[in-house]
T-cell receptor, first 115, second 114 residues
Framework: AQSVTQLGSHVSVSEGALVLLRCNYSSSVPPYLFWYVQYPNQGLQLLLKYTSAATLVKGINGFEAEFKKSETSFHLTKPSAHMSDAAEYFCAVSDPGGGADGLTFGKGTHLIIQP | DGGITQSPKYLFRKEGQNVTLSCEQNLNHDAMYWYRQDPGQGLRLIYYSQIVNDFQKGDIAEGYSVSREKKESFPLTVTSAQKNPTAFYLC?????????????FGSGTQLSVL
């Protein structure tokens, strides 16, 4: 079974500072990888996804993530944090080999932006 | 606008009671999913459906039931057998049934026990 680990349940950065949210996956084959964001009391919305086309993936709101097979990682970054980035972020993985049972999600990282 | 509508936004269940959470989509998506979200636990899959009149159990299906009589509707019933139902429930859909498809989410239902 696939799994995804998000390091750090809470990450705090200052406004204008670099945002780095970590995600590592376990899979025998390179999976499809996703980052979703959730604002309070709302559903999730897709930030970006990796499906093997390019290792550096650019998403919405200035976020990007880099797929590193050797490190089995898909960390999310943003050069300069904004107050509106405060939210819960989820990394998710699926198996490109088959199955239609949705995604496996990490436990989430709560991003706090300090003024 | 197209999207997924979940109702109600807040729901309270008495002990021994079954309750049903509604999920409707007008995106013409084939696949629909129910996830349960607990603080610090991420999202866990309850049930999913790839096509009308067919659905499969996810990782935590015990104490839940679903139906898929129409393409646009996928209601979830939390039965009295679910002893710890308090959670945030999210419904999602996707265009196809392959696992590289983007999931579209509803805004969720918060279920609490009285």
């Amino acid at each position: 079974a696939q799994s995804v680990t998000q390091l750090g349940s809470h990450v705090s950065v200052s406004e204008g500072a670099l945002v780095l949210l970590r995600c590592n996956y376990s899979s025998s084959v390179p999976p499809y990888l996703f980052w979703y964001v959730q604002y309070p009391n709302q559903g999730l919305q897709l930030l970006l996804k990796y499906t093997s086309a390019a290792t550096l993936v650019k998403g919405i709101n200035g976020f990007e993530a880099e797929f590193k097979k050797s490190e089995t990682s898909f960390h999310l970054t943003k050069p300069s944090a904004h107050m509106s980035d405060a939210a819960e972020y989820f990394c998710a993985v699926s198996d490109p080999g088959g199955g239609a049972d949705g995604l496996t999600f990490g436990k989430g990282t709560h991003l706090i932006i300090q003024p | 606008d197209g999207g997924i509508t979940q109702s109600p936004k807040y729901l309270f269940r008495k002990e021994g009671q079954n309750v049903t959470l509604s999920c409707e989509q007008n995106l013409n998506h084939d696949a629909m999913y129910w996830y349960r979200q607990d603080p610090g636990q991420g999202l866990r899959l309850i049930y999913y459906s790839q096509i009308v009149n067919d659905f499969q159990k996810g990782d935590i299906a015990e104490g839940y039931s679903v139906s898929r009589e129409k393409k646009e509707s996928f209601p979830l019933t939390v039965t009295s057998a679910q002893k710890n139902p308090t959670a945030f429930y999210l419904c999602a859909s996707s265009v196809g049934t392959t696992t590289n498809e983007k999931l579209f989410f509803g805004s969720g239902t918060q279920l609490s026990v009285l």
